[in-house]
């Protein structure tokens, strides 16, 4: 009953982060990497480009974890592009939340960092 608890607060959180990000006109460059480093972990990209004002998000996605070594210098790993559209910017960047262990240790320390850098959004 307490990890329930621990997870819908955990996840009521980065909701609320990634509504505060997505606030206003202007998206400061902070919010602009905390968006990358979301979609870079649910869609496991090397790396993430979003264009907020045409409403895209271009990825280079790993097609296979199994040529991954994280001893070494990954320069050859195939990728996949990928050209996505969102309508609301919020619900496309909630819907790649997830609710296993490993991510919700992943959202707790986002929570961390920008709960640190007080992060706010002119409006």
Do not use: W
């Not at 409403?55 to 210098?73: A, C, G, H, L, N």
């Amino acid at each position: 009953m307490e990890t329930s608890r621990l997870t819908t607060r955990i996840l009521m959180e980065i909701e609320k982060l990634i509504a505060r990000s997505c606030a206003g006109g202007e998206i400061p460059n902070e919010f602009q990497d905390l968006h990358k480093v979301l979609l870079r972990k649910h869609y496991n990209a090397a790396s993430v480009d979003i264009d907020y004002d045409r409403q895209r998000v271009k990825m280079d996605v790993i097609v296979s974890d199994d040529d991954y070594d994280p001893s070494t210098v990954n320069v050859a790993l195939q990728t996949m592009p990928v050209n996505i559209f969102f309508k609301n910017l919020f619900g496309f960047l909630k819907s790649c939340l997830e609710k296993d262990v490993k991510s919700l240790a992943f959202y707790s320390r986002l929570l961390l960092k920008y709960n640190n850098q007080n992060v706010m959004v002119s409006v």
